[in-house]
């Protein structure tokens, strides 16, 4: 019989589970993680740390930017130890604030092993694409499939051209699995796949799907209060790539002078999937009753901008904020001073319930979610982290009393 092999993933489906951040040296600067995803051995000289960039419930497995890379605990090393020394290097690694004894796994096997067939869908990158330098490999690989006669006896292993994906033997897995490892989540990459992208029918081009997507979304966003007729979108996209390769943001006046920015195009079908896309699956929304001279310049686009950013670079920051409440972090460069932390930084609370937001709307597609952006003042960031599941639940109940709710605001006074 044939060996199975599975993909191991994250467990997502915990609503106050930890996230953790870039690993960093001594001195606090960021590693060069892209040697951990190289896919062969590799030396690094001193110690890691790694900081909790969304305090919650610690886990044994847990992936850190750029979201392929694991660090486990002593009992997830050891399984890879004993099952699969010869394919992974294991680093020490300290978290920030935990006691135990975690690891930074690098996976030194890279196998070429992708089944194109079977799987249900893959994209490689063409001399149009303007990246000369990754023309025919792997742009995407949907619903993957390996052929396990090609894997010459690897236990853990990460498939050529499709480094971002983590595979390991079902020994492996089932060996992982009697630890009680929490965190872990495994979809099997061999035998039959599903029905090829490429097969479902499409009743329309995509342009056509595009452009009905854009239209369900503008109508929806003409209901929330009076729309700018022009979207703001960069001359250069920048950062991460959205679902449908462009980016842009709306401004909404709402009543009682308030500014409502939100991202419109997370949402957008992928490319060769439009029928049945919706994107990312959200769209995000920041709202002031602070006055704003020029929406394009405000601080409110620049935090959902950088918001933006992480939904569109990282799955399990996606995945968390479609399924609840987040706390995290982004960079505080050129944010007003009352926002911004000692390290530099801005905490932002998503998915906050609202009384004057609805929490979904509808496109062809589908259903997508209207995430909220609430920036916490540093002291509430700090409430936050100090007192975990509690500390955010207490913060939702304090903006809700004060009848601030999802509302952002420079001026105003911390509730806590």
Known sequence: MAQRYFELTEDMTSLDRWLLGDPVDEQGSEVRTRQFMSGESTRFDGRLRVPIYHPGTSLDFTRVDPGAIPVVTEKVARILTELASGDVQLFPVEVESR???????NVARLVKCIDDEASAKVQYWKPEDGRPEKVGQYRDVYGMRIDPTLVAGAKVFRPWGWRVALIVAEDVKEALERTGATGLDFREVTGPGPQGIEQQPLNRPNEDWLRQVD??????????????????????????????????????????????????GLSDPFPGQAASSVGFGLELAIETDEPVEDAQESWLLVVLQRVANEIAEHERVREAALTGQLTMEVSGRGMPESLVTQEGRVGVLLGLESSTLPRHLATPAGEVRLVTVKVLLPAELAYRVQHGKQGREELARCFAEKGEEHLSGARRRAVV
């Open 99 to 105: 006691p135990e004894t975690y690891f930074l796994v």
């Open 215 to 264: 239209a369900a979304r503008e109508a929806f966003w003409r209901t929330l209060g009076e729309l700018e007729e022009a979207a703001i979108v960069p001359i250069v996209p920048f950062g991460p790539e959205w679902p449908g390769q462009r980016q842009a943001w709306r401004v909404i006046h709402r009543a009682g002078r308030r500014l409502l920015l939100v991202t419109d």
